[in-house]
Nanobody, 118 residues
Framework: QVQLVESGGGLVQPGGSLRLSCAAS????????MGWYRQAPGKQREWVAS???????NYADSVEGRFTISRDNAKNTVYLQMNSLKPDDTAVYYC????????????WGQGTQVTVSS
């Protein structure tokens, strides 16, 4: 069992920044990939960004150039730096740990609320 704890959400004005953290209960070297997803009210959960154990990084088009995913192996933590935030970025943000290449074994965090509003 892997526990993921997200933090860093909150209320921010349009154009502002937030940094989300996802702390894993095991070494992230043992996790194939970690990703951030988000779910806005009334919408399906969508993928935002991901980073593999080999540091291969990908972003959704909607956040490319504004969000940055990174990892701190010593702290077993993955981050999502979010800049130039827009109201459309408002959602609950979830961290996901994918344990192997098959994608069949994964864990979710509990989520952290991000609200972008003036």
């Amino acid at each position: 069992q892997v526990q993921l704890v997200e933090s860093g959400g909150g209320l921010v004005q349009p154009g502002g920044s937030l940094r989300l953290s996802c702390a894993a209960s095991i070494s992230i070297f043992d996790i194939f990939a970690m990703g951030w997803y988000r779910q806005a009210p009334g919408k399906q959960r969508e993928w935002v960004a991901s980073i593999t154990s080999g540091s291969n990084i990908n972003y959704a088009d909607s956040v490319e150039g504004r969000f940055t995913i990174s990892r701190d192996n010593a702290k077993n933590t993955v981050y999502l730096q979010m800049n130039s935030l827009k109201p459309d970025d408002t959602a609950v943000y979830y961290c996901k740990a994918v344990m192997d290449y098959s994608g069949n074994y994964y864990y979710w965090g509990q989520g952290t609320q991000v609200t972008v509003s003036s």
